[in-house]
């Protein structure tokens, strides 16, 4: 029955290879389960949408969340593709609540649910699927680098290998010195990136999922996180369905619309193209098979996102964890979507795991997404720049949707006025103006 669902052996993969690759992805983005509802909660002079004595509703909501769309991912496109609460979406929502009078946090989940609306609007008439196809190949290989690039700096970010001053929302050590050997955190992610690093040059199935396995225990043993007090919880869901739509379509809510809705856009899209280049399903043209049921089910996460009060709902770069360990086919999904639903009654026990663990996975999985960079024509300074720009302000700004932006600017202008308008698709047109008007109002005095 699992062959004849997931097609196992036409892309050359095993049940277990499947199944390693799903705990993989899982253990990679399971810091969302207490992350987003930290974030969600706020801050003592800023409360957030759901506040502190929501927190262990918003962990239910966010596993629910996550778990739904995942399986729906894996048993309908077959392809290893997980979502969850997006980061920087839900930091954007929480700054939002409060802003002007009006906004509360069910109205920006209703937000999150229009602006998802509307993208599945645009999947249902395939303007979202023409949008995706018609990017140049260059800039599509470029995205897969950018967001390799983009993957490894959050790694180094969660071992404290680097220094920052902009820390990542949401993280609880954002206090403690970064790039400082002396500090045991940074210690611990060395371990687990020479042990990583370690297994795959030594080709060891399952190298990633070991790694973290093996960082968590050794976290564990010296005291580096905190043991839960309780194995067990049961799930509350008393933030489910409380999300304002009505109040989300007022006038002056359009521009807070259009933004979620860009970034989700095209955050997607970046992540859809660049773990679909790294597990060698597109093809020719760049173009991945059975795109539409990817897009539609990420539009409806989106969706259920607001419904669950869990922010928005998107496609995981983390996802490429998974496909580093061969995952290939929908089977991968689905032990994730279940994961997330055990998660929901033992999330004291994913919260062992510290992000020092996973540090060396998302290290390495950029690492992998860097290999397509060599198909880039760099001879083409038309097409070259403006993929370099893409490559560059991805990991810098910490943004997909900001270096997409860039890139499709850069390549109309350039190629424009090269002489080459015939090679600039009508849609890149109307992208580039929509971005620099993006660009424009979120710098424009209030």
Known sequence: MIERIFHLKENNTTLRTEIIAGFTTFMTMAYI???????????????????????????????????????????????????????????ALVAAVGSQQGITWQVMMGVIFVEGAIITILVLTRMREWVMNAIPMDLKRALGVGIGLFIALLGLHGGHLMNTTHPLPGDPLTTTPT???????????AFGILISVWLMARRTKGA????????????????????????????????????????????GLLALVFAFLITDFFDTMGTVIAVGEQAGQLDSEGRLPRLNRVLLVDSLAAMWGG????????????????????????????VVGLLFLVAMFFAPIIGVIPPEATSAALIIVGFLMMKVVKDINFE?????????????????TMSISRGIGAGFICYVFVKSLSGKIKEIPVVLWVLAFLFALSFYLERAPR
């Open 380 to 396: 083409d300074y038309s097409s070259a720049i403006p993929a370099f720009l893409v490559m560059l302000v991805i990991p810098l």
């Open 179 to 189: 790039g400082n050997f002396h500090n045991p955190a940074t210690l611990l992610a």
């Open 33 to 91: 389960i207490a992350v987003n509802p930290l974030i969600l909660a706020g801050t003592p002079g800023h409360e957030g949408p759901l506040g502190s004595k929501m927190f262990a509703a918003t962990v239910a909501a966010t596993c629910l969340g996550a778990a739904i769309p995942t399986l729906l991912m894996g048993l309908w496109s077959n392809y290893p593709l997980a979502l969850a609460s997006g980061m920087g979406l839900n930091a």
């Open 208 to 251: 990633l999922l070991i790694g973290i396995i093996l960082t968590t225990v050794v976290a564990i043993l010296f005291h580096l996180t905190q043991m839960p007090q309780e194995i067990m919880e049961m799930p509350h869901f008393t933030t489910f369905a409380h999300l304002d739509i009505l109040g989300a379509l007022q006038p």
């Open 307 to 334: 419904i669950c009060s869990a922010s928005s709902v998107t496609t995981y770069i983390e996802s490429a964890s998974g496909v580093g360990e061969g995952g290939r086919t929908g089977v991968t999904s689905v």
